[in-house]
């Protein structure tokens, strides 16, 4: 059975870091590529990072967090993580990873291709 557990979430204040993590079982990391998702009350999910199956990762961010947030994964421990730096207060949402099957040599975050997710960490920016 796939599963997902995220953790790490909390509250920071603005400027501050974070690192979540998303520890998987039921698969291996080789076959799969995880992203990170971000959901703010009254929007929609969004796609925030992602990491590609093949070697060590191809990465890849949207605009809003490129430069400040990295992601990055350890093989050996299943887990993909989300170092997040430079917080501000429009960072706050429940951040969701998720996996999808892939051996592409680069990942997309359209929530719509990831099949796998966890059940979510609260992130909180705030003075």
């Known amino acids: 059975q796939l599963q997902l557990v995220e953790s790490g979430g909390g509250l920071v204040q603005p400027g501050g870091s974070l690192r979540l993590s998303c520890a998987v079982s039921g698969f291996t990391l080789d076959y799969y590529a995880i992203a990170w998702f971000r959901q703010a009350p009254g929007k929609e999910r969004e796609g925030v990072s992602c990491?590609?199956?093949?070697?060590?990762?191809?990465?890849n961010y949207a605009d809003s967090v490129k430069g400040r947030f990295t992601i990055s994964k350890d093989n050996a421990k299943n887990t993909v993580y989300l170092q997040m730096t430079s917080l501000k207060p429009e960072d706050t949402a429940v951040y969701y990873c998720?996996?999808?099957?892939?051996?592409?040599?680069?990942?997309?975050?359209?929530?719509?291709?990831?099949?796998?997710w966890g059940q979510g960490t609260q992130v909180t920016v705030s003075s």
């Open positions: 998720a996996a999808l099957w892939s051996f592409r040599a680069m990942c997309d975050i359209w929530v719509h291709e990831y099949d796998y």
């Open positions: 990491i590609s199956s093949s070697g060590a990762g191809n990465t």
